[in-house]
């Protein structure tokens, strides 16, 4: 799956290129995944899909774009949008949307950077602008959304060059700089930093007379514009080059045993909002990672009964990851590996190359074969108090080369199947889980729709009924409550009476397991 917003408007569900039509549709989306796995509110939508101006009733009007939209993407990209009263969120991973996986390269670049790492900075900051590919939001009929929504990124953008001009400027490549610097300031006269790297590269490539002019330029530029002189810094890189200072010509070394100050991986998705019951599930969990006595369960899978999808194995998993992220300070990896998808699930050779990349290793330093990347993952988080979290596992074959090699980590796993490899093999500790207990499912319809549940508490608990107790399907039927104001719960137990209806009207139960 793939989402971006760094130039046109584009989403591929993993098979082929989804075409989104021009209109209200296309602005929905780009709205959402200007703030992907976040929800936002439906009248913040509103504001942004009609331009600034809703029109009357443009909340309700907007669920019928939403579920347009959903028709659009598809099936498997249409899975990914959820309503979370009062609003919708786009669910996404770091590396499924561009501009999460720009912010991640950019934040790891600037630490590098900060390090002296210019080498493994140089490599992070490219990656991060090679994935613009125009303007943002390109093709998006939103002039307030470009206008207002935009501006922070091509802010970063233009931080992430000069990071990356730093980075090579300390590498030596002072020559192949000189011609994109002059572009640069062309485009941002008032940049007194552009300036200065212009000045210094010029100067490193033995041009003395050129840094100099390059300096009246500067000066002139914004005694022009701004009616001031050059700041401090840039006067003082000025007189560096008229004295002809040779240190200032010279490639500064690495510090000394220089590493990367990598930020530490904090993958945990959004916990559900409204996440109700499960309070003895939560405390099984817990007491599961403080077994008196003995180590901690290596792996906890928790399984459905029967393999039920829908009962809210995912949902479980990351409310409690989130309440015991503290207990990780290492750090928390998440990965879905799809194994109960339509399409083919993540080999786990291709888990561990993510996770390699997570823990600071360059892709071009990640082997190649699945064992030689097992290993590298286990000795990296050797002596590590980590939380992996293996999310929809299709089996114990899949999830075994992503166990670290210590017990100072917890591996926290989901799937359908109950594993039992993991159990018998690798000493995993299993939480079967069933459907919610009938008030908890009344409950969760509470939360999402309010006192109306309250004030027919027979047909919400018949509505309980009608979707087997299973929260993802408690939530849609929500959603169809939420999106008909004026309709008594009993009207839609009535209406979902009939089997048929019921599946017409619930066709989300097994997006999500």
């Known amino acids: 799956m793939w989402f971006a917003i760094l130039g046109p408007l584009l989403v591929h569900d993993g098979d082929a290129l989804v075409e989104v039509p021009k209109g209200r549709q296309r602005v929905l989306l780009a709205a959402l995944l200007l703030h992907p796995g976040k929800p936002v509110p439906a009248d913040a939508l509103a504001e942004m899909v009609w331009d600034g101006a809703p ?88 002039e307030s959304l470009r206008e207002h929504k935009t501006r922070d990124l091509e802010a970063l953008r233009r931080q992430a060059g000069e990071w990356r001009t730093d980075a090579a400027l300390h590498l030596g490549g002072h020559a192949e700089l000189v011609p994109g610097l002059h572009s640069l300031i062309a485009e941002n006269p008032l940049q007194e930093r552009i300036h200065g790297q212009l000045m210094l590269a010029l ?37 560096r080059i008229l004295s002809g200072d ?7 070394p690495p510090p000394s045993g220089a590493e990367p100050a990598r930020a530490l991986p904090r993958e945990l998705p959004p916990a559900v909002p409204g996440f109700t019951g499960r309070q003895a599930e939560l405390q099984t969990l817990t007491r599961l990672l403080e077994r008196p006595g003995e180590q901690p ?25 989130h309440q015991a992220a503290g207990r990780f300070p290492d750090g928390q990896l998440y990965v879905n590996l799809r194994g109960y998808d339509s399409g083919q699930p ?9 996770f390699l990349r997570s823990l600071g290793v360059p892709g071009q330093d990640i082997p190649p074969d699945e064992d030689e990347r097992a290993a590298r993952y286990r000795s990296l988080l050797a002596g590590k108090q980590m939380l992996v979290v293996l999310d929809n596992a299709g089996s114990a074959h899949q999830v ?15 799937s359908r199947g109950t594993l ?35 004030a027919e508490p027979e047909a919400a608990a018949e509505l309980a009924v009608q979707c087997c107790r299973l929260p993802l399907a408690l939530r849609v039927a929500a959603e169809i409550a939420a999106s008909r104001p004026a309709m008594l719960l009993s009207g839609l137990v009535s209406e979902l009476a009939d089997l048929s209806t019921r599946l017409d009207l619930l066709p989300r139960t097994e997006e999500s397991s």
Do not use: M, N
């Not at 786990?348 to 993510?354: F, G, I, S, V």
């Open 55 to 142: 029109p009357p009733g443009a909340e309700v009007t907007l669920r019928s774009h939403v579920l347009r939209l959903r028709r659009v993407l598809g099936p498997r990209a249409a899975a990914r949008l959820e309503t979370c009263p009062p609003g919708y969120l786009l669910q996404a991973e770091e590396d499924e949307v561009d501009l999460l996986r720009f912010r991640c390269l950019c934040r790891d670049g600037a630490a590098a950077a900060r390090a002296g790492a210019w080498g493994r900075a140089h490599v992070l900051l490219s990656e991060a602008l090679d994935l613009w590919r125009g303007a943002p939001l390109a093709g998006v009929p939103s």
């Open 203 to 239: 100067y490193r490539c033995g041009r003395q007379g050129e840094a100099l002019a390059a300096y009246e330029h500067a000066r002139d530029i914004l005694i022009g514009e701004l009616g001031t002189e050059p700041g401090p810094e840039l006067q003082e890189l000025h007189q």
């Open 246 to 252: 040779l240190a200032l010509a010279s490639i500064e």
């Open 297 to 321: 369960a290596e792996a906890i899978v928790i399984s459905a009964i029967a393999g039920t999808a829908g009962v809210g194995k995912t949902a479980l998993a990351v409310q409690w990851a």
């Open 346 to 354: 993540v080999p786990a050779t291709d888990a561990l190359a993510r």
């Open 400 to 414: 075994r080369p992503l166990l670290p090699g210590t017990p100072a980590c917890t591996v926290l796993v989901t």
């Open 420 to 454: 039992a490899g993991l159990v018998a093999r690798d000493g995993a500790a299993r939480l079967e889980l069933d459907v919610l207990p009938l008030a908890e499912a009344v409950a969760l319809l509470r939360t999402v729709i309010g006192a109306r549940a309250d």
